[in-house]
Each structure stands twice: as C-alpha cells, then as structure tokens.
C-alpha cells in the first residue's frame, strides 16, 4: 500500500467501515472505470483529499481577511472579524464537500468516457474479429491479435489473454469475468454471447460475421447523423462568429467616439481577433471530434 493510501486508511479507515454498505454503488463503478482499489480504500483517499482542500481554502481565506480587512475598513469591529471568518469556515467546508463529491462522481464519469470510447471502437473491432474469425485460427489468438490494434477494446482483449494464458482461466470465463466489468453494455452482450457460443460449440465466425453487418449499418447511420450535425453547426459558426465578429468590428470602428475613443475600440478589436476567434474555433473543433462515431 502507497503511502497516500496508508495515512488515509489510518485516519479515516475506522470511521468509514460501518458505512461501506451504502456505497454498493461506487463500488460498481469503481469495477467498470477499472481503478484498481476497493471501496474502503478509495473513500479514505476522498476523505484525506477533502479534509486537505478544507485546510488549503481555510488558511487561504484566513490569509485574504487579514490582508483585505484593514484595506477595506480602518476600523474593523468584532462583528466584523466573526463574520468574515464565519464565511470562511462555510467555503471551507464547501470546498471539502466539492472536493468529496468530485471524488465520488469521478468512478462514474470516467465509466461513462470509456463506455463512449469503446462504442465508437465496437464497429471496427468486431469487423477485425470476424475477419480472424474466418481464418479458422485458435479463438485466443482472435484476442491476442485484436490486442494489438490498441485501443479501450484492445486493452481489454489484453486483459482477456492475461487470464486464460497467464492466470489459467477457459476462454469462456474470461469473456464472462470481461463481459462483468465493462461499462459498455453492447460490448457486454457481445462477450456474454460469444462466451455462449464458444460453450455449446456453435459457429463464431457467423456470429460475428452478422455483428459486423449490424454495427457498420449503425455506424453508416451514426455518419449520417454526424454529416447532418456538422452542417448545423457548420451554419451556426459562421453565422455567429465570422459574421458576427466581422459586424461586431465595423460596429466600434463606427462607435469608437463614442465608447471611448480609438485605443479601446482597438483594445477591444484585438481581443476578437486574436482571442475570441481563436478560442471559440478550438471549441468548436473540440466539440466536432466529441462527436465524431469512432475513434
């Protein structure tokens, strides 16, 4: 155990033990964002970090009060003093609560992220394992070959290996064990019914021949879908910031005696050009790549 996990389990490992039933759920994604630790150990770090955040925000608004009191009053009455240090004591304890529930929610957004990778990866993957598949080679070797296509999917073929090569397990209870901790539930129902398959001795190759015509229709509608979005916010973008920052720029040219003469029209121009543009086209990028049906 690390250090980090030693102080939090010895200060806050007591307390938390009789209330581990109540985090049933945190536990479960803790297993599908695949952080390697348990429920009790994770809730003792959230604790310390909290506990932390609680003493950073309390000595830094302690710090501010002292500094801003005597600038903003010359006199400075007790009922002054207890009511700013009351309100640092209540963003403390926010900022501890923040801090706990960021920690809480972490588990579930990030299997959430992995969920959404490994469905954009599904399409190819099992286009990749059909293919294989047709082959005639061993059903192991159909996952140490996906494993090396890299990828969400491919670390989980990875991890698929590891347990029937390194730690004995069948192919069967491997998928099985996969199909449990994935967040995805279409890559779930993929592993489970292949685990079938291999078990009663049925065909996988047309399995997974039919799982490949069913994504890539879904991924040919997915593509669709995202032409169709890209045309929206294609329109939205021009609309809004070429053509509303190239009127919003005549606009001070004209206003500028009005608002202040030429050195802020110019101040406010350069900020448009050189900040405003550039940082809302990085967004839209960003937001077009997010949306993007693979990866």
């Known amino acids: 155990m690390l250090p980090l996990k030693k102080t939090a389990f010895r200060a806050f490992g007591g307390m938390i033990e009789p209330y581990l039933g109540y ?5 479960i994604n803790l297993k599908k964002s695949g952080i390697m630790t348990t429920t009790h150990e994770y809730l003792c770090i959230t604790l310390l970090y909290s506990f932390i955040a609680f003493i950073v925000a309390l000595l830094a608004g302690s710090f501010l009060i002292s500094y801003t009191m005597p600038a903003i009053s010359k006199t400075v009455s007790s009922y002054d003093v207890i009511y700013y240090y009351t309100l640092a004591m209540i963003l403390s304890f926010l900022a501890a609560g923040g801090m706990f529930m960021l920690g809480y929610y972490y588990p579930s957004m990030k299997s959430k992220n992995m969920k959404n990778k490994i469905e954009k990866q599904m399409s190819f993957s099992v286009f990749y394992m059909a293919t294989s598949a047709s082959s005639g080679i061993n059903h192991v070797e159909i996952f140490r070959m996906l494993s090396q296509r890299g990828g969400i999917i491919g ?20 998928l099985q064990k996969a199909a449990a901790r994935t967040p995805s539930t ?7 019914n292949m ?21 890539m229709n879904q ?31 005549v606009l001070l040219s004209i206003m500028s005696p009005m608002i202040g003469g030429g050195e802020f029209s110019l101040l406010l121009q350069t900020f448009l ?12 990028i960003v937001l077009l790549k997010g949306i993007y049906p693979s990866e």
């Open 195 to 215: 685990s079938t398959i291999i078990i009663t001795g049925g065909d996988l190759q047309k399995y997974l021949t039919g799982k490949t015509k069913t994504f």
């Open 155 to 174: 670390k989980e073929a990875e991890r698929i290996c590891n347990d029937v090569n390194t730690l004995g397990m069948d192919l069967p209870n491997a």
């Open 23 to 27: 985090f049933d759920s945190l536990k």
């Open 273 to 284: 050009v050189f900040f405003f543009i550039p940082l809302v086209s990085t967004g839209f």
């Open 219 to 249: 991924y040919r509608r997915n593509l669709q879908n995202y032409s169709n979005q890209i045309a929206l916010y294609t329109e939205i973008y021009i609309t809004l910031v070429i053509v509303g920052s190239l009127f919003f720029i």
């Open 186 to 192: 279409l890559f779930s129902d993929l592993l489970w």
